[in-house]
């Protein structure tokens, strides 16, 4: 998943604008951030892995650190395009209709379970759905994005003490879940 | 007793923080957390995830996307620093130039409602100082000014004199001396009669040297026709009359040269072209209440 060694000339070209080395980032990291985005916005994720790589073109350029760093930037920019998405989606006027007009227009598709069901990891990804949104992102940056506990604090905003507690938190309410479906029938 | 950190849910040791950080980096071993177990299974998946072949036509448009954003981008090395700068949009700056054309005028206009002296007492009296540390004088209010007599007057040698004739425009009399008189029949000082400048007579007691009573100097107003040195009262020492009861210089009552001294008779029954001149009558006050002044003493024949 990583570059390595590589990261320090693929990041000098990259710089530059070099198809070549933006494109080595972007099959590095790309799965990664599609599942992210699929845990916050299934329905939209591939737009948003695209505004994502947008923005973080325009950092390239400036942009001074290691791979960890780069990682760190990217899961800010995905986040915030997440945030983004979300206020404008809470901005946009709906025009409620009856859901019996809706009937003969045939079978509904769940975006949110396709993109689980298409990951073939989907049990994972929804238990960590289901998780508070806090906690959620704090599993996913620390596994998807492999940040460090203070990455994920200056992502989120908070420090990294309060960071700590809510994926103590997460991984409690995630071992109680699957305590919970291991003795269901 | 059950203190919140006894709450299941909220209790994080060193050791839970480091199970939950080995969790998430994927380095537990499960033997030694077997109840967490399913959790390391569930983060391995969330980490590996399945290789999904990515969309190569959204992802060479997402790379071409991406060198176009870097290409637009000005090279730090070759844009001076002022450049990089926020530039400044149209409209703001058309906002900026009529915030600042409203500001000019205000000032214009407050500094010229102020150079009329129009505008309110305070704010006057503010603008007042203001101009007055650039060099530039407008009118202050009558407040500002008293104000300014009372704060720059020292407290010894009659700040409260000093003061009252700035807010009187000298007409003021506190802390004057108004020429008491030392005879016990003399003029009144404190009133303001027998001040030099209402010409009361120079004859401090204003008796009559005429056994006969002619009023001499009857310390009547001089300027305001009573008999007076400037006025003819009946001036002459000897009590007679002045020629012929004429008036004296300007004003004045029987002269020195006219009537022959008459004991008892007034100098001039009538009026004689004064003002208001009395005769004078021996015994009599040469006319307590016609005195230029307010409360001039009648004199007293000796």
């Known amino acids: ?185 | 007793m059950t203190f919140y950190r006894d709450v299941p849910d909220d209790m994080m040791s060193a050791n839970d923080v480091e199970l939950a950080d080995a969790l998430l980096e994927g380095t537990l071993d499960t033997a030694e957390a077997p109840s967490y177990a399913g959790v390391a299974e569930l983060i391995r998946a969330l980490d590996e995830g399945p290789d999904e072949d990515l969309d190569p036509e959204r992802a060479r448009a997402t790379v071409a996307a991406m060198a176009a954003v870097i290409d637009a981008l000005p090279t730090p090395s070759r844009v001076p620093s002022a450049a990089v700068t926020t530039p400044v949009r149209p409209r703001r700056r058309i906002r900026m130039k009529v915030a600042g054309v409203a500001l000019a005028a205000s000032m214009l206009g407050t500094g010229g409602v102020a150079f009329a002296g129009g505008l309110p007492a305070g704010a006057q009296h503010i603008a007042h100082q203001l101009f007055a540390k650039v060099g530039v004088s407008i009118p202050d209010t009558k407040g500002g000014e008293i104000s300014d007599v009372a704060h720059t007057t020292p407290p010894e040698g009659g700040k409260g004199a000093t003061v009252c004739k700035a807010a009187s425009e000298d007409k003021c009399q506190a802390g004057e001396d108004h020429g008491h008189s030392n005879d016990p029949h003399g003029q009144a000082g404190d009133h303001g009669q027998a001040g030099d400048d209402h010409g009361h007579s120079n004859d401090p007691h204003g008796h009559s040297n005429d056994p006969h009573g002619q009023a001499g100097d009857h310390g009547q107003a001089g300027d305001h026709g009573q008999a007076g040195d400037d006025h003819g009262q009946a001036g002459d020492d000897h009590g007679n009359g002045g020629g012929n009861g004429q008036a004296g210089d300007d004003h004045g009552q029987a002269g020195d040269h006219g009537q022959p001294a008459d004991p008892g008779q007034p100098a001039d029954p009538g009026q004689s072209g004064g003002d208001h001149g009395q005769p004078a009558d021996p015994g009599q006050p040469a006319d307590p209440g016609q005195s230029g002044g307010d409360h001039g003493k009648p004199g007293i024949s000796t």
Do not use: C
């Not at chain 1, 809470?90 to 379970?113: C, F, I, M, N, Y």
């Open chain 1, 1 to 185: 998943m990583t570059l390595g060694t590589q990261f320090n000339s693929v990041m000098t070209a990259a710089r530059t604008g070099a198809p070549w080395a933006l494109e080595a980032l972007y099959r590095d990291l790309q799965p990664r951030v599609l599942r992210y985005l699929r845990v916050h916005e299934p329905g939209v994720a591939e737009d948003l892995a695209s505004d994502t790589w947008i923005g973080v073109a325009k950092g390239v350029p400036g942009f001074l650190g290691g791979e960890e760093e780069f990682h760190a930037l990217v899961f800010t920019v995905a986040r915030r395009r997440v945030l983004d998405h979300r206020r404008t989606e809470a901005r946009r006027r709906t025009a409620p209709s009856d859901p019996g007009s809706l009937e003969g227009l045939g079978p509904v598709a769940d975006a949110e379970s396709d993109a689980m069901d298409r990951l073939g990891e989907g049990w994972a990804l929804r238990l960590v759905s289901e998780l508070p949104p806090d906690q959620a992102d704090v599993v996913l940056l620390r596994v998807m994005g492999d940040l460090s506990v203070k990455d994920v604090a200056s992502i989120l905003d908070k420090q990294p003490g309060a960071v700590r507690a809510l994926q103590h938190r997460a991984i409690r309410r995630l071992a109680a879940r699957l305590g919970e479906e291991a003795v269901t029938p």
